[in-house]
């Protein structure tokens, strides 16, 4: 008997060291993770002098000019937080209104040149944005494009579209075939079924989808660059007003990095039981049809 509680008391000494193990390593690697996020966030506080001082400051009397700087000042950056707002949703919701359609089409319809259109819209994803630009630019410059929403909006559109389907693709392909088949026989017609029957079970992988979308455009700089301009500057572009040749103003552009950033982190805080949900309910499914 006491041999057998010894043996428990190790064992669950070992599994107590496994456990605090683990949650070390995963301090350590939030810890790498949360820094550079977490340095931006004090220098977003600090003086341009604090931000040079040698060594680093971690104590420091704080100030709110910087955001007041890019909030209200001269170099604002609001206007360019609503176009990258704008640009962003605009392409989110002409991504998903394609991209469901097209991704059911892929997984469950049966038609010629299926495969040859799959890999077309795979190798879209493989072109490198780099050689796109020229095209791109005299397209829009032909058409009027350059500096608008609608010209930026499309093109994010173009590079959007091609990872939403392929991501949609894998939940259509984990609803059971059966349940489409039973509404069929019920005189359901193709688009009631998807509707009504495929839709809902598919809801976290759109969910998770859209925001993957949103991010991806959230975040995109080189198309911004080229083919925005003055009327139309996302943020990711605009944060580079706080770069020149004479200096770099470090705080005001962590300051504008915070705000940028605002919008994901809300969204990513807000979605997360979503994104978790549609992450999993592929495994799951998939697992259980392989048992």
Same mark, same amino acid.
């Given at each position: 008997?006491?041999?057998?509680?010894?043996?428990?008391?190790?064992?669950?000494?070992?599994?107590?060291?496994?456990?605090?193990? $683990?949650?070390?390593?995963?301090?350590?690697?939030?810890?790498?993770?949360?820094?550079?996020?977490?340095?931006?966030?004090?220098?977003?506080?600090?003086?341009?002098?604090?931000?040079?001082?040698?060594?680093?400051?971690?104590?420091?009397?704080?100030? $709110?000019?910087?955001?007041?700087?890019?909030?209200?000042?001269?170099?604002?950056?609001?206007?360019?937080?609503?176009?990258?707002?704008?640009?962003?949703?605009?392409?989110?919701? $002409?991504?998903?209104?394609?991209?469901?359609?097209?991704?059911?089409?892929?997984?469950?319809? #049966?038609?010629?040149?299926? #495969?040859? =259109?799959?890999?077309?819209?795979?190798?879209?994803?493989?072109?490198? +944005?780099?050689? *796109?630009?020229? +095209?791109?630019?005299?397209?829009?410059?032909?058409?009027?494009?350059?500096? =608008?929403?609608?010209?930026?909006?499309?093109?994010?559109?173009?590079? =959007?579209?091609?990872?939403?389907?392929?991501?949609?693709?894998?939940?259509?392909?984990?609803?059971?075939?059966?349940?489409?088949? !039973?509404?069929?026989?019920?005189?359901?017609?193709?688009?009631?079924?998807?509707?009504?029957?495929?839709?809902?079970?598919?809801?976290?992988?759109? !969910?998770?989808?859209?925001?993957?979308?949103?991010?991806?455009?959230?975040?995109?700089?080189?198309? !911004?660059?080229?083919?925005?301009?003055?009327?139309?500057?996302?943020?990711?572009?605009?944060?580079?007003?706080?770069?020149?040749?004479?200096?770099?103003?470090?705080?005001?552009?962590?300051?504008?990095?915070? *705000?940028?950033?605002?919008?994901?982190?809300?969204?990513?805080?807000? !979605?997360?039981?979503?994104?978790?949900?549609?992450?999993?309910?592929?495994?799951?499914?998939?697992?259980?049809?392989?048992?």
């Amino acid at each position: 008997m006491a041999k057998r509680g010894r043996q428990l008391s190790t064992s669950t000494s070992r599994s107590a060291a496994r456990h605090i193990a $683990l949650y070390a390593i995963a301090g350590v690697g939030l810890a790498v993770w949360a820094f550079p996020v977490l340095w931006g966030l004090l220098t977003s506080f600090k003086t341009e002098r604090d931000v040079l001082a040698y060594p680093p400051k971690f104590i420091f009397e704080p100030t $709110l000019a910087n955001y007041r700087e890019v909030i209200f000042g001269a170099s604002s950056i609001m206007p360019n937080i609503w176009s990258s707002i704008v640009v962003a949703s605009g392409a989110t919701v $002409l991504t998903m209104l394609f991209a469901v359609p097209a991704a059911y089409a892929l997984a469950r319809l #049966r038609y010629p040149a299926k #495969r040859a =259109s799959g890999f077309y819209v795979l190798a879209t994803q493989m072109l490198p +944005p780099v050689g *796109l630009i020229i +095209p791109y630019y005299l397209v829009l410059q032909k058409i009027g494009g350059l500096d =608008s929403y609608s010209g930026l909006t499309v093109i994010y559109l173009t590079f =959007s579209l091609p990872f939403a389907v392929w991501l949609m693709v894998s939940y259509f392909e984990d609803v059971p075939l059966e349940m489409e088949e !039973a509404a069929l026989l019920d005189r359901a017609g193709r688009l009631r079924a998807l509707w009504y029957v495929i839709l809902p079970q598919v809801r976290g992988g759109m !969910a998770v989808t859209t925001i993957f979308v949103f991010l991806n455009a959230w975040n995109e700089f080189l198309f !911004a660059v080229v083919l925005g301009g003055n009327r139309v500057r996302p943020v990711t572009v605009a944060m580079f007003n706080f770069i020149s040749v004479e200096q770099t103003q470090w705080a005001k552009l962590a300051a504008a990095a915070m *705000l940028a950033m605002a919008p994901v982190i809300v969204i990513g805080l807000v !979605a997360q039981r979503h994104i978790v949900k549609g992450l999993t309910v592929g495994a799951v499914k998939g697992g259980g049809r392989r048992a």
